[in-house]
């Protein structure tokens, strides 16, 4: 018996990834909450496995009395000296129960609560597996879709993607291998809850981080990510190290490192900026695929803003399609960005220009009419 014990302790740890010692435990408090309803008439009753050969020992507690008054708690000082001469008054003694039958209600609850404990502590050990895991690329496979759901088998566990947070051109079927970004974990009464995204602008920085060594390593680091999911991604990336050039270090030999994420992302397009701590530089590398005259900020407004001059071929590209470009640029700045074609801008300063010289000659006017 108790070597099949250790052989089915043994064989759970395995397939369930506990502990031999946290088994032992579970079905300690298992097999105690059965020998509780097969010997209702001793309360004090315990329970115990050893370790290393699993042989299982029930026994009552009884504290050591002159007089026993309680006979299910107390055992009087002459029984205990009996079986223990070193036993003295206020001792406990721990005497052997008989372990029969526990009776076929008191196995199913032994059973009951083992799977019940052994559900809970695999959970448990899912929970702190993938807790350390959020913020990271998985991948898993997909298995069923529910109401709005994908349901992503990963090894032991199962997280979810919802399909708003997929790309918007994407259909995911059963069996397909998808990579996503762990979003959240959280503890439910139904077990661990692993959130998927495949839209959240981490997603993009952590496959670069797979595919760029350089990343990896901490030479390049990013420094800043903007997103629109399935349309287009603006990265800023600088280097540590001055003999590597972030840019290049991102888009690999001949693009393949750039066109492998690309790929992933079912071909949004993809922008990476070299990062600038000169706001009006990086501005107008933001602005990528368009390039820029001027750049000009407010630094002394609460607000940071900054007024932008293209050529007129290049405005519409700056803006982007749905203002798509300039959108992502703000954000990945963090600069309020208008912008203006050089013939708008020539424009205005005209007016501006008319507006100065109509209020000088009001002046002149306002002069000579006070000289007169």
């Not at 139904?190 to 981490?202: E, T």
């Amino acid at each position: 018996m108790s070597k099949e014990l250790c052989f089915v302790i043994d064989q759970i740890g395995r397939d369930k990834g506990l502990s031999r010692d946290a088994l032992i435990k579970l079905l300690e408090a298992a097999l105690l909450s059965a020998a509780k309803k097969r010997f209702v008439h001793k309360p004090n009753v315990d329970l115990r496995i050893d370790p290393k050969t699993c042989n299982i020992t029930v026994f009552e507690v009884k504290t050591v009395v002159e007089t026993v008054t309680v006979q299910d708690e107390e055992i009087s000082i002459g029984d205990a000296q009996a079986i223990d001469p070193g036993k003295a008054i206020g001792d406990t003694m721990e005497l052997p129960v008989l372990l029969k039958d526990f009776g076929r209600i008191a196995a199913q609850t032994a059973k009951q609560v083992l799977f019940q404990k052994v559900r809970e502590a695999e959970r448990d050990v899912i929970f702190e597996e993938y807790k350390d895991k959020i913020g990271q690329i998985i991948s898993g496979t997909v298995i069923r879709k529910e109401k709005g759901f994908y349901f992503v088998a990963l090894g032991k566990a199962e997280a979810v993607l919802p399909q708003r947070e997929t790309l918007p051109s994407e259909t995911l079927k059963r069996g397909d291998i998808v990579k996503a970004y762990l979003a959240d974990v959280k503890q439910t009464v139904k077990g661990p809850a692993i959130v998927l995204s495949r839209n959240d602008p981490n997603f993009i920085a952590g496959l670069f981080k797979m595919e760029v060594p350089e990343i990896h390593d901490g030479i390049v680091s990013i420094k800043g990510i903007a997103r629109e999911p399935g349309e287009r991604t603006k990265i800023a990336v600088a280097s540590r190290d001055t003999s590597v050039d972030p840019v290049g270090a991102c888009v690999g030999m001949k693009g393949t490192r750039v066109q492998s994420i690309v790929r992933e992302v079912k071909g949004e397009r993809i922008d990476i900026i070299p990062w600038s701590d000169d706001p009006r530089i990086f501005i107008a590398r933001a602005l990528t695929p368009a390039s820029v005259d001027r750049v000009g900020i407010n630094e002394a407004g609460v607000d940071k803003s900054a007024m932008v001059i293209a050529d007129d071929q290049q405005l519409s590209l700056a803006i982007g399609k749905r203002g798509v470009n300039i959108k992502l640029a703000s954000k990945l700045t963090g600069w309020e960005i208008d912008i203006l074609s050089e013939s708008e801008y020539s424009k205005l300063k005209l007016e501006e220009a008319d507006k100065a010289l109509d209020e000088s000659l009001r002046k002149d006017s306002l002069e000579k009419a006070e000289n007169e």
